[in-house]
C-alpha cells in the first residue's frame, strides 16, 4: 500500500510499475504517477487525454461557464521580473480605468450570465488604490444571486 495525494492508500503491485492504463482507473495519484502522466507521449498521451474528457463530461457537462476578469489598470508600483507590467517595462501604455468603465463592464458581464468576476490591476501602495477595490464589492456583487453560480 502506498498514500495517494489526497491522503487515501492505494494499492500497488509489488516491484511491478503500473502503465497509464493502471494509473488512469485509480482514484488518487501517487507522485510517481503524476509524474508519469505528465510524461505521457503519444498513444499514453491519448488515454490520458481520453480519460480527462471522460471526467470532465460526468462531473461538468457539456457546458461551458464564462468567468469574467476586469484587468482595470495595468500600472504597478512593483517590478517582478516576469511580468509584463512591471515598472521598469516601459514598452507599454499605461492605463487606469475610470470607475464607471469599471461597473459598466461588471454589468456586462452579469447582464450575459458570467458566472464569477474578478478585478485585477497591477499594485500601488496608497490609500486611494486600497480604498477602490472594496467600493466596487457591493454594486458589482449585488445581483450574484441569479446567473449560472446561483443554479
Ligand atoms: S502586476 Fe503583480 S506580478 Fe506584475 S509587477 Fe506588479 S506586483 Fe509584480
Known sequence: MVEGFNGTA???????KMNIKEILEKD??????????LQAKGEER????TRS???KEKYIGSKVWFR???EFSNVCSKDCLYCGIRKGN?????????????????????????GSL?????????????????????????PST?????E
Do not use: C, W
Not at 10 to 16: L, T, Y
Not at 91 to 106: G, M, P, T, V
Not at 146 to 150: E, Q, S
Open 28 to 37: 488518487s495519484f501517487s507522485r510517481e504517477d503524476i509524474v508519469k502522466l
Open 68 to 70: 469574467g476578469l476586469i
Open 46 to 49: 491519448r488515454l490520458l487525454f
Open 146 to 150: 441569479t446567473g449560472p453560480t446561483g
Open 90 to 114: 516601459k514598452n507599454l501604455k499605461r492605463y487606469n480605468l475610470s470607475d464607471d468603465e469599471i461597473l459598466a463592464a461588471a454589468k456586462f458581464a452579469f447582464d450575459n450570465n458570467y
Open 118 to 142: 474578478a478585478l485585477q490591476s497591477g499594485e500601488i501602495e496608497s490609500q486611494a488604490f486600497t480604498k477602490r477595490a472594496p467600493a466596487f464589492h457591493g454594486p458589482t456583487m449585488r
Open 53 to 55: 474528457a471522460e471526467i
Open 10 to 16: 492505494v494499492q500497488r503491485p509489488r516491484g511491478k
